[in-house]
């Protein structure tokens, strides 16, 4: 049986005008990624995958070609319907978390919530604690984020994407702005979940980070030069022990 | 409505966030919503008072005189003066004038067994008391009869007793104008300040017959005639009386200016109604500039806020907020900072009303109106000072927000 496509773009490309000088920020993307994946999307800085990943995650819209997300054809939607869609089909994770400050954690887990439209989450307070306990933070519910780690941000924001069920989470550097430590607890964490059934999207350009997903991307100058599945992906010991390993100049 | 109500409770965690912030961003309304109430309500009491005091009069009362016109700042008669002659006239055929009563005044010095000083002294007849409705405290007024007789009586006010004779009972008791000796024979009860600012204490009430023989040495005109209506109904018709009697005595033809002046009471009333009534709508004016100061105070801190939340707001948007929802959470915050000012600024005002009564005796009574144009006036410069804002953070693109350093 066919698994279902969650991402599928045709031709997707992305011009920004600045007055006469036109940049080709992407070209032609053909892309389909089904539920179950976790892609890791890589390339160089101006390699678009900062565009590519704006138009995955409804912030932006293609100059031409076509996008569908989880059966919803993005190209035709105004505004106010890709909030919507911001909000019940894609789970954010940024680079520097971006949580409510002096908030607790599970106010900013609850945040989606208050945004719904739909009226289908009755008790957002259980629900953000499951998200919370499912991201290993259980005992940290009442803590205000800027009580807590680098790493144990990042797994309220990952919470926070958790929350709302979302057809798929989008990370944009996820591991940024962390230590190699927290970076391999929270690449873990990913594959967890994604053994769980998530389908996840990440961005990111650390070569050991990218080694825990299934599938790579590699994005050049607009276009994908290559698509792959990852075989010898990494684990959390694995990554452990490597770190432990002297450099060698 | 529920999503309301969890926005409203957004807007409500970020103005606790910043708990210093708001409340001095608070200041400028609270100060503002208090000025205007504190302004609005002493030009109340104001009113009041001076209302209360002209209706102490007697609300009956007209007063003839002689036409004046102001030049170079001086009054000037124009007319004969108003005299004894007008007065026999008026008394003799006046139908809806029962009391009247002629005045005549001089400044003039008091000395009195235990000092002295310095007051007007009102000459008038019996029925003066009658007219103004004042009231004896000890001994009695003197009589018709005193007056025709021109005795040397005398009625005395509160503050010449104090200083003339502290402590102790004036009656019998004999005081120089002038130095002309006067007997007291009544104590005036106490009236307090009058509605110019006067204090109506501040007074010696002789017969006008022997302030005209033994101060005056002459019995030329009168300041004034002093009358008193039917009733309260019948003052129109009284000065309509008096202006046709004094017409046909003075030979005034048809079309021609009279050349005298009558003033009613009620007249009186408007007069300072409105000069207070212009006063408060200025002092208002001057206070709710203020508010619109602290408005600006507003609109400054949430673009302050804006600028320094737009990831916050970037994200926000990330996860599925409206433009709408943003709009809303910082139109409300705007609005709850400046009702919030509001509400304490009706505390304040009411409190430093209360304060000032306790420290001058000036009664100002907070007046319902003003505390309702107070919160009004916040909630619109919540709304009108908080929009531009809050527009300003839903028109962010969400992408260049996200990316804000």
Redesign the interface.
């Known amino acids: 049986m066919p698994s279902k496509k969650v991402i599928e773009t045709k031709k997707l490309s992305r011009i920004f005008k600045n007055g006469e000088i036109e940049v080709h920020a992407l070209t032609d993307v053909d892309m389909v990624i089904e539920e179950g994946e976790f892609v890791a999307i890589m390339g160089a800085s101006g390699s678009g995958k900062s565009t590519l990943l704006h138009i995955i995650g409804c912030l932006d819209r293609p100059t031409s070609g076509e996008y569908n997300l989880d059966d919803v054809r993005v190209n035709e939607l105004d505004k106010n319907k890709l909030a919507d869609v911001r909000n019940q089909k894609i789970g954010f994770i940024f680079q520097s978390y971006n949580l409510l400050s002096r908030t607790t954690a599970l106010e900013n887990v609850e945040l989606p919530l208050i945004y719904d439209r739909t009226g289908q989450f009755s008790n957002t307070k259980e629900l953000a604690k499951k998200a919370l306990e499912q991201v290993g933070l259980a005992d940290r519910i009442y803590h205000k984020t800027n009580e807590l780690s680098g790493g144990q941000q990042q797994r309220v924001a990952i919470a926070r994407a958790l929350v709302n069920n979302p057809a798929l989470i989008l990370a944009d550097e996820p591991t940024g702005n962390l230590d190699s430590k927290s970076s391999i607890d929270i690449a873990d964490l990913f594959v967890q979940l994604n053994n769980k059934g998530k389908t996840i999207v990440m961005i990111t350009h650390e070569p050991e980070i990218a080694q825990f997903a299934k599938r790579m991307i590699y994005l050049r100058d607009g276009r994908i030069i290559s698509d792959k599945i990852i075989e010898d992906r990494s684990t959390k010991e694995f990554a452990l022990k490597e770190l432990e390993k002297p450099v060698t100049p | 409505m529920k ?1 309301f109500l ?2 409203f409770k ?1 807007a409500f ?1 970020s103005i606790n ?1 910043n708990r210093t912030r708001s409340l001095l961003t608070m200041l400028g309304i609270i100060i503002g919503v208090g000025a205007v109430i504190m302004t609005i309500s002493a030009g109340e009491g104001a009113t009041l008072q001076v209302q209360n005091q002209i209706s102490g009069l007697g609300t009956n009362l007209l007063m003839i005189q002689t036409k004046s016109e102001h030049k170079a700042g001086i009054n000037v008669r124009m007319g004969r003066p108003i005299d004894k002659k007008d007065f026999d006239m008026l008394q003799k055929n006046s139908v809806w004038m029962p009391q009247l009563s002629p005045l005549v005044a001089i400044g003039a010095q008091a000395i009195g067994p235990n000092g002295y000083m310095s007051t007007t002294v009102y000459g008038v007849s019996y029925d003066y008391f009658y007219i103004t409705s004042r009231e004896i405290e000890l001994g009695s007024f003197f009589t018709e009869e005193d007056v025709k007789t021109a005795k040397k009586y005398c009625v005395i006010g509160e503050t010449i007793r104090e200083e003339l004779f502290p402590g102790q009972d004036p009656v019998g008791r004999q005081i120089r104008i002038d130095k002309v000796p006067f007997t007291v024979v009544g104590l005036l009860k106490e009236e307090g300040t009058g509605g110019m600012g006067q204090d109506m204490d501040d007074i010696v009430v002789a017969p006008y017959t022997t302030i005209q023989n033994r101060l005056f040495g002459h019995q030329r005109g009168y300041n004034l005639i002093m009358a008193s209506a039917l009733s309260e109904d019948h003052i129109a018709d009284a000065k309509i009386e008096a202006t046709e009697l004094l017409r046909e005595s003075h030979k005034i033809k048809a079309g021609d200016e009279d050349d005298f002046e009558i003033t009613t009471q009620i007249e009186l009333q408007e007069i300072t109604g409105n000069i207070t009534g212009i006063l408060t709508i200025l002092l208002g004016a001057v206070a709710s500039i203020s508010l619109i100061v602290g408005g600006i105070g507003i609109m400054n801190i949430m673009l302050v806020s804006v600028t320094e939340r737009t ?2 707001i ?12 943003i709009l809303t959470q910082f139109l409300i915050e705007a609005i709850v900072l400046s009702l919030v000012g509001g509400l304490l600024g009706i505390v304040f005002g009411i409190i430093g009303n209360q304060i000032i009564y306790k420290a001058t005796d000036f009664f100002i009574p907070t007046a319902v109106y003003s505390i309702l144009i107070g919160f009004g006036f916040s909630a619109l410069v919540g709304v009108a000072f908080g929009y531009f804002p809050a527009r300003k953070a839903a028109k962010l693109n ?2 260049d927000a ?1 990316r804000y350093e």
């Open positions: 999503r969890k926005i957004v965690q966030k990831r916050e970037g994200t926000r948007l990330a996860i599925g907020a409206r433009e709408s929802d969400p992408i996200l």
